[in-house]
């Protein structure tokens, strides 16, 4: 690889000068330090990545939570000086010498229904991230390889049997109308974050970017937006079984179809440090109106069992009606089976908890008549 241009690593120098004094809480402010930034600043992957393809989303957005995203799988290692504390801090510690488990996705069977205490959970949802070998992550990716990209996704999702079978389409095929309809049911990526634009995920878009929908839209399959793939099972109500079921068997069966990337290190390679290892998120939509008025009790609750609360559409979204989004934060350094089960038992409490509260406020209510 070509040394980086002089030019390039002064316009370099000056945003991390800018950087250095924002006010900015991500993990990527706190890990690139001065050392760190110098000891890695000149290096470049073999497929071209530099420090700077994966910083610029960081840079741009000092509201980032973690800021830094992998131009390429070799990024996870030649710039392991940055990404190993981040990744070590969000999956609450994976520490450099520790080596992600193998895959199990265990038995579907041991996980019941959220709802048994109440109808809580409007609807349960498990994606997983998944990058095909041999091509760069986002920015680093040509037109042509999005193209490529696409056709080898769409072969893979042809001939699904049974309930799994479904019609891929490109998004350049969907009207404005249904595109914003398949958004409000929340089966199709937004549009125009900010945070992955910065990245460089947004380039030639909509180039070989589309959605695959089984027919009665429990298993979707969207492609090269933030990463290769994103497989995703979800339906009504808090059947965390049946969903987890029917996730596992769709990926395995792409993944017999697909070479999926990964590392002996870090599991399943994706685009941000976030998505490794199992890449798996597992997410409720969960109503609670008194823990949402006390959102201090219903983040330390979720911090507590490795929880994270997003809002109604997603990552960077407000909560609507009390209607939150709270899924399993640690993706890496513990099984498929094992990551379910913390989201599983950490909901069962926070409906506990919801519950506990309501009892509390009728207690209340009874004695002051
Ligand atoms: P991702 O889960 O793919 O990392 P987002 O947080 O942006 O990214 O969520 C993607 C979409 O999935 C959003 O529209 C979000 O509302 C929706 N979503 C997440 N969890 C659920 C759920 N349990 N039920 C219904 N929709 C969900
Ligand atoms: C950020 O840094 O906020 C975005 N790039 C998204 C990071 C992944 N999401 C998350 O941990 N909540």
């Not at 939570?65 to 290692?77: H, K, R, V």
């Not at 509260?357 to 004695?367: D, F, L, T, V």
Request: charge should be negative; proline fraction near 4%.
């Amino acid at each position: 690889m070509e040394p980086i241009d002089p030019a390039f690593m002064a316009l370099l120098d000056e945003e991390y000068e800018k950087f250095k004094v924002t006010d900015s809480h991500s993990l990527l402010k706190k890990h690139l330090t001065q050392e760190v930034f110098d000891k890695i600043k000149h290096r470049v992957t073999a497929e071209g990545a530099t420090l700077h393809d994966c910083i610029k989303s960081g840079l741009a957005n000092p509201d980032s939570n973690i800021g830094l995203y992998a131009a390429d799988a070799e990024s996870y290692i030649l710039f392991q000086e940055l990404f190993d504390p981040v990744i070590d801090e969000y999956h609450g510690g994976f520490e450099p010498s520790q080596f992600h488990p193998i895959s199990d996705f265990g038995d579907p069977i041991d996980l019941g229904d959220l709802n048994e205490l109440g109808n809580y959970v409007l609807s349960t949802r498990v994606r997983c991230a998944r990058s095909i070998e041999g091509y760069p992550f986002n920015p680093l990716l040509s037109s042509e390889m999005y193209a490529e990209l696409e056709q080898d996704v769409g072969y893979a999702l042809e001939d699904l049997e049974g309930d799994l079978s479904g019609k891929y389409r490109s998004l350049k095929d969907i009207s404005s109308e249904e595109q914003e309809e398949l958004l409000e049911k929340h089966l199709l990526f937004k549009q125009g974050d900010r945070f992955l634009e910065a990245a460089g995920a947004s380039r030639f878009w909509p180039e070989g970017r589309g959605i695959f929908l089984n027919e009665n839209n429990t298993l979707v399959v969207w492609v090269n937006e933030e990463d290769h793939m994103r497989i995703i099972s979800m339906q009504e109500g808090g059947n965390i079984g049946e969903v987890y079921e029917r996730f596992v068997r769709a990926v395995t069966i792409l993944g017999e179809r697909l070479p999926f990337s990964s590392s002996e290190r870090l599991g399943f390679l994706s685009f941000c440090p976030t998505n490794l290892g199992t890449a798996i998120r597992a997410s409720v939509h969960i109503r609670l109106p008194l823990l949402g008025e006390d959102r201090q009790t219903l983040e330390e609750t979720a911090a507590k069992f490795n929880l994270q609360v997003r809002g109604t559409s997603g990552e960077h979204s407000e909560a609507e009606d009390y209607v939150f989004d709270i899924s399993n934060r640690r993706r890496l350094g513990l099984t498929e089976m094992e990551a379910l089960k913390e989201m599983y038992d950490g909901i069962r409490e926070i409906i506990q908890l919801e519950i506990d509260m309501e009892e509390g406020n009728s207690q209340c209510r009874k004695k002051s008549y």
